[in-house]
């Protein structure tokens, strides 16, 4: 389908042209690499395309507590950064298993939480650093925590019009990115596993778990995350928590992986992931 | 060498199939069949020709009209006629002003056509859970061929034996995946039949043409282009049919090209094989082995075979055997033709073969190279066929392995394990070929039939070989690429013959040139204008040189230039001209076994032995091949860089047979992964980053100086090699392919050992017995 791809290098133009037409006859496009082959398999049809390549949206800002990532910013410039690497392990771990290196420079965060794909390696991650989003429209800007963001397969709280700004991700955090998959490299992931340690607050848990590959997207483990309450879990949660994760999760049976091995998976991926997080540097380094 | 090929390659600027245009073109796109079985009720023909931009739409009613004074036979359709035979086979293409036209109206027929759904035959274990008996498949409308031969009786040597060792091997579909597509560019012009295509045999191509189309050869011009890998699936006509169909329908020049899930859907692959093994063993040794095999041929012609008999003689293995027996069946099924793919079944067979001998070594508890090497084909053996065994280094390759083995187990990691494959094959030096070569006064040129597809056979082989012949640097030797009609014959790039024949007619052609220019140099007057003949002392000592550009010939005479050495015709005709061929010999089988169907001689052979170390994960069984080293025989290397690579690029190729690549389909018989997003091949990551090729030589093959071909072998060994590691860092053994981490964890009973991966989608009731 012939479509007219625009340029705009406003907000308000981009508004405007996101505004015309029915649902679904605009839409943007980051670096294309999902919409592209989503208009291929012809699960969309738009008549107009808005680049967003030049609006402001490549704003990156590492701070002392927080790093706020402009949607538009590709992942590769994500992996390279040493400043996440050492505090972000579980999104850049993630981050280094997207496609190849040609694809994440151009893929982005905010195509990324927009597909919102069951098999995404970076919803489970961010979901579990608690990540926030900013969404910006004609009525302002709104945040959104991505958990609440995040409904089922191309399926997300985004507005018509609205545009995801940026991704907020506290720091640092120990954690870790754990996958599966049939061919290592450039695959999707069977089961993936984001595990994150956060400071204790009042009431709160620490531990986020969160999986990839369930059904129909990506899904917190909460009754495993809710056995592992300390800071220093002994063996016996983990090996729980891990039980708990394969027994809570909702999987299917598809072309990648049978449910009873993907319930198996996770349970190896929690209890290694868990332990490795407990035995790295940052989780030493970070305390309290 | 220097690969020329290489730097335009990279930056995109060579022409492939799918780059050719020309003015006024048109663009074709297939409607294809969306169900394995199924009888064609309508079409909606007529609405799609009035669609925007088209300009034909050929469907099987059209064919006759278009070729009105051939006759057609119906056995060998060209588009859907009234049932489809397999998912994606052709039913109209579209020819229209531009892709998006022709794409939009061949989804409009695809979409629209309706079909009545006929019972499938996909599955060959739901058919035969059972060997079948020969009454049953005597009866069974679905056996293309029959091949039973055997040396000995198989049942006395079971009664004979200490030892039954049984087991039962599977594989599944893989595909060839080239990274470029099939695409032609076809122009008819009045009964010039002419094609630009990516393909691996041009004169294979133009008679399959002629053929298809009831054409004389002389009217068909094939030309090749730059090819992006062929691996065996370029070498029939199937697209460049229609588009030259539709350039005769339209008076246009029609290009045509595939999608890659067209290329997973209608090109011809290997299917299914069910390997089940039978070896006896009396005192320790082995004396005996029977192989059955069932081979899914899929949608192939009645009465094809597709070397049913070629592939059972990998099943013995390069082994001697005191009593054997080989028997199989080429079903045809509701998938994909069976067709070439790099070593047609035989990394299968290897598979079956050499893992059931590994299995069965550690069941003796006995070093499985021991058990091997006392087994193992020698030099001027006998095969089970009857045939002397040439040169064959299957037994140095061996010990050379064996001596790394242990030095890799030192140290050997726990988790980790160390196995070993042995394959062989056979290199198609009967299938001949000839190149024309003229010597002028700046350099040789090779004027040859062939593209080059990716190995660096054609583009750099021939020139190295033609330098190594003469002595004239690579750089003075240019090879000329001719289509069917300005080149001389050559059989194709495949079978790992081109080097070996095409390169020794290449290298006859230079013995030839210097033959003529030594006569000359010993009867010519010669630079101080004797007239006297000379002793023959030049001969087999004469060299060519190139000095300031100028060749310059060197003989025990002394050094002078070529010019020299030409008759003035010669001079302004371009040079000295010799016609280089090679067409091998046809070998002989011994026919004191019983034989029913047909066996294949071999001509050269040539062993590989593999190396594979592995690590398995425990816990969720994903095998890593952490390094790999690869015993060749070479016979001899003509040039390591370009041997390396060749070795490098098929065990790659072969690491995904082993791990990751299989076609599944639905209990409905349709391809679920047709596309690279879920058919894995290996990337790059994929491979293992310490690799050791090593090449054996001293046993001297056919080609030039005594070289050995080196397309096959590389991939032939690995999945066997891959599982033997995986049983030695286990204990469990897979006997399916491919190794994927879920397979693995059945076979360590991490999970349950059956549940099969893929949705229960809508239950077809299977066909059994006799499907109508
Ligand atoms: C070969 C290949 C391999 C891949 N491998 C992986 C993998 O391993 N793991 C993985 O998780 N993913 C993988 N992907 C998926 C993909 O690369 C990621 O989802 C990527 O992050 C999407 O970003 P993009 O910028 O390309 O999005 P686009 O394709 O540009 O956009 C995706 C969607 O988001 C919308 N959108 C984009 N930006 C915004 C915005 N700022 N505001 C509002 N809406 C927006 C678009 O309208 C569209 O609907 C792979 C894709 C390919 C093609």
New binding site residues.
């Given amino acids: 389908m012939p479509f007219e791809l625009h340029f705009p290098t406003t907000f308000e133009e981009a508004w405007a042209l996101l505004e015309k037409g029915p649902p679904g006859s605009t839409?943007?496009?980051?670096?294309?690499?999902?919409?592209?082959?989503?208009m291929e398999f012809r699960r969309?049809s738009p008549r107009h395309v808005v680049s967003?390549s030049r609006l402001p949206?490549q704003a990156y800002e590492v701070g002392p507590e927080e790093v706020r990532i402009g949607?538009?910013v590709?992942?590769r410039t994500l992996e390279l950064d040493p400043r996440l690497c050492a505090r972000l392990p579980a999104l850049v771990e993630?981050i280094a298993?997207?496609?190849?290196v040609q694809?994440?420079h151009?893929?982005?965060?905010?195509?990324?939480?927009?597909?919102a794909?069951s098999?995404?390696?970076?919803?489970p991650p961010l979901i579990a650093l608690r990540s926030l989003l900013t969404?910006r429209s004609r009525e302002g800007r709104r945040t959104l925590p991505l958990e609440e963001f995040v409904q089922g397969s191309?399926k997300t709280g985004?507005r018509p019009g609205?545009?995801?700004?940026d991704v907020r991700v506290p720091l640092p955090r120990p954690g870790t990115y754990r996958w599966q998959r049939v061919r290592p490299a450039?695959?999707?992931?069977q089961v993936g596993l984001a595990v994150v340690r956060h400071p204790a607050q009042a009431g709160g848990l620490r531990w986020n778990l969160v999986a990839?590959g369930t059904t129909p997207t990506v899904q917190r483990l909460i009754r495993a995350e809710a056995t592992l309450v300390s800071e220093e879990p002994s063996q016996e949660d983990v090996a729980l928590a891990a039980q708990r994760a394969a027994e809570e999760a909702r999987f299917a049976t598809d072309l990648r992986a049978a449910e009873e091995y993907r319930r198996h998976l996770l349970q190896v991926l929690v209890r290694r992931g868990v332990e490795d997080v407990l035995r790295s540097p940052l989780a030493k380094e970070v305390r309290g | 060498m220097r690969r020329t090929d290489a730097l335009p390659k990279a930056r995109g600027a060579l022409t492939y199939g799918a780059d050719l245009a020309a003015p006024q073109m048109l663009w074709a796109a297939y409607a294809t069949s969306v169900h394995p079985h199924a009888r064609l009720r309508s079409l909606p023909v007529e609405e799609a020709r009035a669609m925007p931009g088209v300009r034909a739409v050929l469907t099987a009613g059209d064919i006759p009209r278009v070729l009105p004074k051939r006759r057609w036979d119906p056995s060998r359709p060209l588009l859907v006629e009234t049932e489809c035979r397999f998912q994606g086979e052709p039913v109209a293409v579209v020819a229209a002003q531009s892709l998006v036209e022709a794409r939009a109206a061949a989804r409009f027929l695809q979409s629209k056509a309706e079909w009545e759904v006929l019972p499938a035959f996909t599955d060959l274990e739901k058919e035969f859970p059972e060997w079948p008996d020969v009454e049953t498949m005597k009866r069974h409308e679905r056996v293309n061929a029959h091949v039973l031969a055997r040396r000995g009786d198989f049942e006395r040597a079971v009664a004979e034996a200490d030892l039954v060792h049984e087991e039962t091997f599977r594989t599944p579909m893989v595909a060839q995946v080239p990274m470029e597509p099939h695409a032609c560019l076809a122009r008819v012009q009045g009964d010039d039949w002419h094609v630009q295509t990516t393909t691996q045999t041009p004169f294979g191509m133009r008679e399959d043409i002629a053929d298809k189309l009831h054409l004389p050869e002389a009217k068909v011009r094939v030309e090749g282009t730059w090819v992006g890998g062929g691996f065996g699936g370029k070498n029939e006509a199937l697209l460049e049919t229609h588009a030259l169909l539709l350039s005769r329908l339209t008076d246009r020049p029609v290009r045509l090209s595939l999608s890659f899930r067209e290329e997973f859907l209608f090109t011809r692959t290997t299917q299914p094989a069910i390997f089940r093994m039978a070896t006896c063993v009396r005192d320790g040794k082995p004396f005996a082995r029977r192989t059955r095999l069932l081979l899914d041929t899929g949608a192939s012609l009645p009465g094809r075979d597709f070397a049913l008999g070629y592939s059972l003689g990998f099943t013995l293995g390069p082994y001697r055997w005191d009593t054997w027996e080989l028997e199989g069946y080429a079903l045809r099924t509701h998938r994909a033709p069976f067709g070439p793919h790099r070593a047609p079944l035989a990394p299968q067979c290897t598979f079956a073969s050499d893992g059931h001998m590994d299995s069965l070594a550690r069941r003796l508890k006995v070093d499985p190279f021991q058990l091997r090497l006392e087994q193992v084909w020698r030099t001027g053996d006998r095969t089970p066929f009857g045939q002397e065994v040439p040169p064959f280094a299957a037994a140095a390759a061996l010990e050379q392995a064996r001596a790394l083995e242990k030095e890799w187990r030192r140290g050997l990691a726990p988790g980790h394990g160390i196995g070993v494959g042995l394959g062989f094959w056979s290199t198609g030096t009967s299938m001949g070929g000839e190149a024309v070569l003229t010597l002028g006064p700046k350099g040789l040129t090779i004027l040859q039939g062939e593209r080059e597809i990716g190995s660096g056979s054609v583009v750099e082989g021939l020139r190295v070989i033609a330098a190594q012949a003469t002595g004239l640097p690579e750089d003075a030797v240019e090879v000329v690429y001719g289509d069917t009609s300005t080149a001389p014959f050559d059989s194709g790039v495949f079978g790992s013959r081109t080097v070996i024949a095409l390169g020794r007619a290449v290298e006859k052609g230079c013995e030839a040139l210097l033959k003529e220019l030594a006569r000359r140099s010993d009867h010519s007057p010669g630079e101080a204008g004797e007239a006297t003949p000379r002793p023959r002392t030049s001969r087999g000592k004469l060299r060519l040189d190139l000095q300031g550009g100028e060749v310059f010939v060197r003989s025990p005479r002394g050094t002078g230039p070529l010019l020299g050495y030409l008759t003035e015709e010669e001079r302004n005709g371009g040079g000295l001209r010799a016609h280089g061929k090679e067409y091998g010999r046809s070998h002989e089988l011994d026919s004191s076994g019983a034989v029913e169907g047909d066996l294949y001689a071999y001509s050269d052979l040539i062993a590989a032995v593999h190396l594979a170390e592995v690590r398995v994960d425990p816990d969720t069984g994903s095998v890593r091949v952490v390094r790999y080293a690869a015993f060749h025989d070479a016979g001899k290397v003509l040039d390591r860089e370009g041997y390396r690579g060749q070795v490098e690029g098929g065990l790659v190729m072969g690491l995904g047979t082993a791990l990751s690549e299989e076609g599944l389909i639905t209990s409905e018989g349709r391809l679920q992964n047709a596309g690279l997003?879920d058919y894995r091949v290996p990337t790059i990551r994929d491979a293992p980053s310490d690799l050791r090729i090593i090449a054996i030589e001293g046993f001297p093959g056919s080609g030039p100086q005594g070289s050995k071909g080196v397309g096959e072998p590389p991939i032939i060994p690995v999945p066997a090699t891959v599982a033997n590691a995986v049983a030695d860092a286990t204990g469990s053994r897979v006997l399916e392919l491919p190794l994927t981490p879920e397979r693995v964890a059945r076979a360590l009973a991490l999970i349950s050992p059956g549940a099969p991966t893929g949705p229960a989608g809508p239950v077809t009731p299977a066909v059994r017995g006799r499907p109508k």
């Fill in positions: 839409l943007p496009i980051a670096g294309g690499t999902d919409l592209l082959l989503a969309f967003l949206l949607s538009l590709p992942l993630a298993e997207v496609g190849s694809l994440r151009r893929a982005t965060l905010g195509g990324n939480v927009v597909r794909s098999s995404s390696d970076l919803l969404l191309w985004l609205e545009l995801v700004e450039n695959d999707i992931s990839g | 997003l």
